[in-house]
């Protein structure tokens, strides 16, 4: 991952930590330890490499992963000493949590559905904005052109109060996601680079509140087969 990547995790991570709660700050110390760790062995594995090859072009590429790497540990242990948020806090950036795969070549900004929306709404609210051009900002910058994926989630309680707008969850979970998407390209994202999916209840996380969410997943990697709609 270069320092592209570590730019936008970085920046979104001190978004996430921008709500002040201690359990919060907790729970992503302990990813970014996480993390810390799987660049100290990365690092390690790159050294290794480098001790090995013979080649001197392969001395020299290595030898920029080995500095990429250096600077990605180096800013991950200033996000670990860097003190708690306090009065300055911003509540609209409460919640949003950053994740990142390197396999699939993506980066997921989970935003809470409370943060978004009003229950059983899909209209956005108008707090949330400020939020979304936060997340617009990161990924215009360091992903300009890359495809993203908007993923509507709902948590498992049957439509009820709201029946006649939506006919189930899969129905709202769409329309949420169709109208985040919208937003995107409003702010200045390619509507061509832009697709929507629905989830529903089917993917639930670890509390009804958690459930409900909406994911931008930035393709951090060139694929084939990814449009508005997929």
């Known amino acids: 991952m270069g320092l592209r990547s570590l730019s936008i ?19 992503e110390n302990l990813a970014l330890h996480r993390q810390n760790r799987e660049l100290q062995t990365r690092l390690n594995e790159a050294e290794i490499r480098l001790q090995q090859s013979p080649n001197p072009g392969d001395l020299q590429r290595l030898q920029g992963e080995l500095a990429s790497r250096d600077q990605q540990i180096a800013d991950l ?8 948020p306090g009065e ?57 052109g890359k495809k993203i994926m908007v993923d509507g989630h709902t948590d ?17 979970s769409a329309a949420r996601a169709r109208t985040v998407a919208d937003y995107l390209s409003q702010r200045g994202i390619s509507k061509n680079m832009v697709g929507t999916r629905a989830f529903a ?21 060139d694929s084939a087969g990814v449009a508005r709609g997929e």
């Open 9 to 27: 995790v970085g920046l979104l991570l001190t978004v996430a930590v921008g709500s002040g709660c201690q359990n919060k700050l907790h729970d």
């Open 77 to 84: 242990q200033s996000q670990l000493r860097a003190p708690t």
């Open 88 to 144: 300055h806090d911003d509540p609209s950036l409460a919640g949003i949590e950053v994740t990142r795969d390197d396999t699939a070549g993506t980066i997921t900004v989970n935003i809470p559905g409370d943060v978004l929306f009003a229950s059983g709404m899909s209209e956005l609210k108008e707090s949330s904005k400020k939020t979304l051009d936060r997340i617009v900002k990161a990924i215009s910058n360091d992903y300009p």
């Open 156 to 172: 498992s309680d049957p439509i009820s109060r709201t029946k006649d707008k939506w006919k189930d969850n899969l129905d709202l």
């Open 201 to 221: 209840e089917t993917n639930p996380k670890s509390s009804k509140s958690a459930s409900r969410r909406v994911e931008i997943v930035v393709k951090t990697r």
